[in-house]
């Protein structure tokens, strides 16, 4: 496997995805702005850790990305407590079932999609750091 390819594919999509989060908010489409803030966090500590050269990543906690991620920079040690909310929305924003058959629709307000995309803000930020300019 080219991990590094894998690291640019990934980060791509990372970068798409975010781009499309205010789109989501504006349309006032604020579950899918939760999830897909999860979807953006995981794709760029995904595309982080293949830079790093991991070969299989198997999880989808937020959380856990950001603690093997910590192997590699320090700075996800403590990032990972910040955006460990993020979690919540990878079933959550996506299955009425979850929440006790609540739709996510109807559930989520704009105050929580607007802190969801500042946690993944974070995540990408910090991976653009230490990634350090790959191209867009």
Known sequence: ???QREADRWWQQALADFAFLPAARQAARYDTCCFLAQQTARKALKAYLFHEGEER??????????????????DFTELKERV???DVYYAEGRYSYVRGYVIPARHYTERDAEQAIE?????????????EGRPA
Request: with cysteine; proline share 3%.
């Open 1 to 3: 496997m080219n991990t």
């Open 57 to 74: 990543i198997f999880a989808h906690s937020i959380f856990n990305l950001c603690a093997m991620a910590a192997q590699y920079a320090a």
């Open 84 to 86: 460990k909310p993020l």
């Open 119 to 131: 946690l993944a803000e974070a995540v990408v930020a910090l991976a653009w750091r230490l990634l």
